[in-house]
């Protein structure tokens, strides 16, 4: 079982940045950020594969986000700068056992999901 706690998110203008942790308890091999905006379906931002020293980040955050981990806190981190009116979303972590790289940004190939954090980016 892998328990995944989410936080950092809140509300910053366009044009700021803001950082959202993710502290994980138990085993993952792969572990991904997704959003969820009010009446849009769950997209894959960015994902972290340690084993094999990958990150993956979704087409409309690149350059902007970047995705890290910190072993030793149990951490992993989305690094959000230049935010957009566009990326207000529910934000949420999420890991899978399996290392199946050219999925990471499909929601159904992980196992664990946190609670969710709330980013708002006003205009």
């Known amino acids: 079982q892998v328990q995944l706690v989410e936080s950092g998110g809140g509300s910053v203008q366009s044009g700021g940045s803001l950082r959202l942790s993710c502290v994980a308890s138990g085993y993952w091999v792969f572990m991904g950020w997704f959003r969820q905006a009010p009446g849009k379906s769950r997209e894959g931002v960015a994902a972290i594969y340690p084993a094999g020293n990958s990150i993956y980040l979704a087409d409309s955050v690149k350059g902007r986000f970047t995705i890290s981990q910190d072993k030793a806190k149990n951490t992993v981190y989305l690094q959000m700068n230049s935010l957009k009116s566009e990326d207000t979303a529910m934000y949420y972590c999420?890991?899978?056992?399996?290392?199946?790289?050219?999925?990471?940004?499909?929601?159904?190939?992980?196992?664990?999901w946190g609670q969710g954090t709330q980013v708002t980016v006003s205009s």
């Open positions: 999420a890991a899978r056992r399996s290392n199946a790289a050219s999925l990471w940004y499909l929601q159904g190939t992980y196992n664990y």
